[in-house]
């Protein structure tokens, strides 16, 4: 899930080193607005589900008997829409917030304040983080609030406040959900083996069928902060198996999967391999469910994978023909392509940099995704080509601090780490 925004009168600047989330008025929670003894019942099993990585079709029955047990209980048509897949899920939501209207306030706050990431804006689901923090200062005693919000700070790049939240759900009552987030602590802190072992313990009180992304792409991340490509790839090949098994594939195609393993390859020498995963990813799209444009979206980034790759191979022209048919698309894209700039300018520069032209790569990649910190690499090694060391130095140091959650972190850390040890 992703992300979040300003601190308003939480104060989340603070929380990592105060005890954060004080407790507030005593037992303030949610009241749910059902008289259904079955729907609150339902409720509790379909949450602790989704706290234990338990995903797929089986969720989406059980949100349907939720519903069934009360048409009009907000929370129920809301968590329905949470477990559909696609267009379905927008439609469900925009019913629960008409419901939520006769809810009781936080019930209703909650399911307005989510809009931003429910209806699928990309970034713009940082918008949702005020809104869910003041949830938080009112309802000090309503578990839910923080496990979302941990979530959106987390894909806010906000690490040490997400882990105030999550330390604050936890007291409110441990889940795998909530300790396999806070095992991301120790990735950042440089204790890989510490946080495998966290991972691992997740991993062992699971119950059967369970798909545990977290995990899973923790223990990636582990592995390729120390160097360990190949345990790398393990971890998410055994993701996709779990996947596959429990039907998710059928809900959202297993193209993310295949894609980290491409970037993990490329990024490693190993060419022909990255090549051939980007494409086994884009298989899964075409007779997906997924909308025109997000299949469009990810036909784009199949010709962003295959530009990079086809640049480290030296095949520079190709390459350049990869990023103009990126270039195009954003272009005919119209206003929707527009968020897709500073990821051509990635890619732009990406190629400049291995055609050796470090002055077009910096160009680029001065108008690429500035907190990314794979972007920020190549800006960095961009630099160093230009002889600009104290240029290089500084962005190098901004990528060792960088509290980034995805992929691109343990991918630019260890470079970045070494050559300011070097300096």
Sequence with gaps: MSKFRGLG??????LASAPA???????KRFEWTTRSTEATTLLAELQSRIESF????????????LVAADPGFAMGAYYLSAVLPGPEAVEQ?????VLAKNASDGERRFIEGMRHVRLNQGLAFRKSIPALEALAEDYPNERLIFVILGQLLNGDNQADAASAAFRRAQQLGRSPRIDAFLAADDLLKDRYAE??????AVEKSLPKGSVPFPVRFGVTFSHLYEGGVDAAIKSLETYLSEYRANGLDQQFPEVFIWNAIARIQLENGRLQDALGSYARGYESVPGSGLPEDQKQTWLGRLHHGKCRVLARMGKHAEAWSEAETVKKMIIDGGDAGRQYWPAYHYLAGYAKLQAGDAA??????LQADPNDPFHALLLARAYESAGRKGDAKKVYEKIVSSQWPGIERPLAYPEAKRKLMAS
Excluded: T
């Design 9 to 14: 009168l939480v104060a989340l600047a603070a």
């Design 54 to 65: 338990q995903v797929g079709p089986a969720n989406v029955e059980l949100a349907k008997k």
């Design 93 to 97: 939501y925009e019913k629960s917030r």
């Design 195 to 200: 946080a495998r072992a966290s991972y691992q």
């Design 360 to 365: 077009a790569a910096i160009e680029h990649l």
């Design 21 to 27: 989330f004080a407790q507030g008025p005593a037992g």
